[in-house]
T-cell receptor
Framework: GEDVEQSLFLSVREGDSSVINCTYT??????LYWYKQEPGAGLQLLTYIFSNMDMKQDQRLTVLLNKKDKHLSLRIADTQTGDSAIYFC??????????WGAGTKLIIKP | DAGVIQSPRHEVTEMGQEVTLRCKPISGHNSLFWYRQTMMRGLELLIYFNNNVPIDDSGMPEDRFSAKMPNASFSTLKIQPSEPRDSAVYFCASSLRGLGGSGANVLTFGAGSRLTVL
């Protein structure tokens, strides 16, 4: 069945780049999404990429998509303390179903 | 726009009590989702409404759970009777349309209702 996998934790130093990885299984997905969840809050869309793109850049965020390997990554440049959150990768598998990764908790070290 | 509004933000209740969670989606959004988030199971879709009609409730864990959407601006999720294993954060989310079709479709989540059943 469909599955989205992410590592559970990532620890980086403030100012370094963070790279959060995700693997997915449904090759027919048209879009792939990254959501961010801050403590005590709901998820909010961070960015997304269309499946015919290899890369998308938005300020400090870079999304890379390797369709052959079904691998998605999110790079955050110059990581700040405000980036501390849980990051979820998600792919749609129907008109209303998203398969969610378990979420990667980003920990920022001073 | 105030976003998706959920209430209560926190609910502590005793086993066997009825719990009602409420959601006001974003005006103009025709799709509404109820999710449950736990450490063990992550995010689970409980039920999906489109134009106020329940389309898929296969994620509702048991008959103790029920959801309604009487109009486009209000939905409830009810648990009766509640059990300790229902303790979780329940999220309501809405989107302009379902996830299909052309263009990216974004879910807007509420802040969640944290339920603790003792």
């Amino acid at each position: 069945g469909e599955d989205v996998e992410q590592s559970l934790f990532l620890s980086v130093r403030e100012g370094d780049s963070s790279v959060i990885n995700c693997t997915y299984t449904d090759s027919s997905s048209t879009y792939l999404y990254w959501y961010k969840q801050e403590p005590g809050a709901g998820l909010q869309l961070l960015t997304y990429i269309f499946s015919n793109m290899d890369m998308k850049q938005d300020q400090r965020l870079t999304v890379l998509l390797n369709k052959k390997d079904k691998h998605l990554s999110l790079r955050i440049a110059d990581t700040q303390t405000g980036d501390s959150a849980i990051y979820f990768c998600a792919e749609p598998v129907s008109n209303y179903q998203l398969i969610w990764g378990a979420g990667t908790k980003l920990i920022i070290k001073p | 726009d105030a976003g998706v509004i959920q209430s209560p933000r926190h609910e502590v209740t005793e086993m066997g009590q009825e719990v009602t969670l409420r959601c006001k989606p974003i005006s103009g959004h025709n799709s509404l989702f109820w999710y449950r988030q736990t450490m063990m199971r992550g995010l689970e879709l409980l039920i999906y409404f489109n134009n106020n009609v329940p389309i898929d409730d296969s994620g509702m864990p048991e008959d103790r759970f029920s959801a309604k959407m009487p109009n486009a601006s209000f939905s409830t999720l009810k648990i009766q009777p509640s059990e300790p294993r229902d303790s979780a954060v329940y999220f309501c989310a809405s989107s302009l349309r379902g996830l299909g079709g052309s263009g990216a479709n974004v879910l807007t989540f509420g802040a969640g209702s944290r339920l603790t059943v003792l």
